[in-house]
């Protein structure tokens, strides 16, 4: 028997009303993968071979609280007081009926499950008992290849049936510094010649990028999916710029690689993924002001800041505020609305971009000197 790790101590109590309610919990994938590696977690994936809505109900009976169903799985999502947070899913098996598809999906054994996993050091188990965790179930050799610090997929067909696998193999290789092992090496690189990272929906491309970007460290991660091709899947001009190293957030880290792009691409690239609207807003914001090297008339969010601070370093101190000359400016120095008002508002959101003022009164003087060089307005 081995002790549960320090922060999963919570997870006993869960257990003992398990054999309360003759349920065997099985704690799975990820979990089981980084505790392996010493490496701490507070997402816990739990898989029991029945179903997880009645076990779910039973905790809350237990202990109140909140718990909540999604997806077509059935997987139950629980919220501990202390944080932890458990998602619970009954054992199943997939097949699929084509490429990139959702999967159809029965219940199953354990053992069945842990088969239909991505990778080796994925398919692992061990059961969750009052006492700590029991034998390590391991039919795919998980752990001699954490040993070797080696990725193998299991399926021959697996990145075919499902290409998301592959933005999350070079998560995994990313993150924890493992190397492709040589067949699944030529496995990805036949998937990626036969265009299947292409067949998923953007939805399923925003899903992954999201996740890619969401690491805590994404520069190894980003740098294998280029060299393997799938983030051609994104746009084929997408990059992970040096710059984004600067900020922590997804959708501030897609904002900079969005700058990085060529004109328009960045646009094209952020239309095609299906954002949260205000998220979207934001990164569409920033990408302007950063290609036409000027202020923006309205305040920008915290997101389009944080994205144009880390894709223009040495920014002046006024660059993320809106542009502040007035209307009531441009009538006190004669200049009648129209054409005349949006080009000298336009020069003067370039000329606050580059430091030339960096209030109000620094904006006036800035029009009254332009004007003594240029023609009266109007004129």
């Not at 997101?303 to 660059?319: E, N």
Request: positive net charge; hydrophobic residues 45%; proline residues 6%.
């Amino acid at each position: 028997m081995k002790a549960v790790p320090e922060g999963w101590a919570a997870l006993l109590p869960i257990a003992e009303l398990a054999k309360r309610e003759g349920v065997e919990l099985f704690v799975v994938g990820g979990s089981v993968r980084d505790g392996l590696l010493n490496r701490s977690t507070r997402d816990i994936d739990l898989v029991l071979e029945s179903d997880p809505v009645a076990f779910a109900r039973a905790c809350e009976r237990k202990w109140g609280g909140q718990w909540e169903s999604f997806g077509r799985f059935g997987t139950v999502r629980m919220r501990l007081n202390d944080g932890l947070r458990l998602d619970l899913a009954r054992a199943r098996t997939e097949q699929y009926r084509s490429p990139a598809e959702l999967p159809i999906v029965r219940p199953a054994s354990i053992i069945e499950d842990l088969a239909r996993r991505d990778f080796s050091v994925n398919a692992m188990a061990a059961l969750l008992t009052p006492k700590g965790l029991g034998e390590l179930l391991d039919p795919h050799g998980g752990e001699a290849d954490l040993k070797a610090r080696r990725l193998r997929v299991l399926h021959a067909r697996s990145f075919q049936d499902d290409p998301t696998r592959l933005f999350r193999a070079a998560r995994y290789a990313g993150r924890l510094g493992l190397r492709l092992e040589a067949g699944t090496r030529r496995l990805v690189d036949e998937a990626v010649a036969g265009r299947y990272p292409a067949r998923l929906s953007r939805e399923r491309v925003r899903q992954e990028l999201v996740r890619l970007l969401e690491e805590k460290d994404p520069a190894a991660a980003m740098r294998l999916a280029r060299n393997w091709g799938i983030l051609a899947a994104v746009h084929p001009d997408f990059r992970w710029p040096s710059a984004a190293r600067r900020v922590s957030g997804a959708m501030e880290r897609l904002g900079v690689a969005a700058t990085a792009m060529p004109r328009g691409k960045g646009e094209e690239m952020l239309a095609s993924l299906p954002l949260e609207k205000a998220a979207a807003r934001q990164l569409r914001a920033a990408l302007e002001v950063c290609q036409e090297r000027a202020c923006a008339r309205a305040p920008l969010g915290e997101i389009s800041r944080a994205v144009l601070t880390a894709a223009v370093p040495g920014l002046a101190p006024a660059a993320l505020s809106p542009v502040l000359l007035r209307a009531a400016d441009l009538r006190a120095a004669g200049c009648a609305p129209g054409k005349d008002f949006s080009r000298w508002i336009a020069a003067a959101a370039r000329a606050q971009w580059r430091g030339e003022f960096e209030d109000a009164d620094g904006a006036r003087n800035w029009l009254r000197r332009r004007l003594g060089r240029a023609p009266a307005c109007g004129g």
